[in-house]
């Protein structure tokens, strides 16, 4: 079946850098798109980051110029690169193969960032 697992998350102080990683299985990774969703607290999940198969990038406004996304298919990996970290980007992050209702999502991974 397919599994997305996340690592990397944690506490850091504004300005800082995190980078968070995602092995995906169950499924043929470089056909795939990939994502990175987050959740903050009393807050609905957003996309932060898209990367096609094919590599062309996607961002939301929020992170733009601060957060890129990268992928290594020969490690059936995504990461997400976050530079310049806001309080505001506290949030769970998910990892989620893009397919609408039948989307597969990774347990998340926490990202605290302290002011």
């Known amino acids: 079946q397919v599994q997305l697992v996340e690592s990397g998350g944690g506490l850091v102080q504004a300005g800082g850098s995190l980078r968070l990683s995602c092995v995906a299985s169950g499924f043929v990774f470089a056909d795939s798109g990939m994502a990175w969703y987050r959740q903050a607290p009393g807050r609905q999940r957003e996309m932060v980051a898209v990367i096609s198969r094919g590599g062309i990038r996607e961002y939301a406004d929020s992170v733009q110029g601060r957060f890129t996304i990268s992928r290594d298919n020969a490690k059936n990996t995504i990461y997400l690169q976050m530079n310049t970290l806001k309080s505001e980007d506290t949030a769970v992050y998910y990892c989620?193969?893009?397919?609408?209702?039948?989307?597969?999502w990774g347990q998340g991974t926490q990202v605290t960032v302290s002011s």
């Open positions: 989620v193969r893009p397919l609408g209702s039948s989307s597969n």
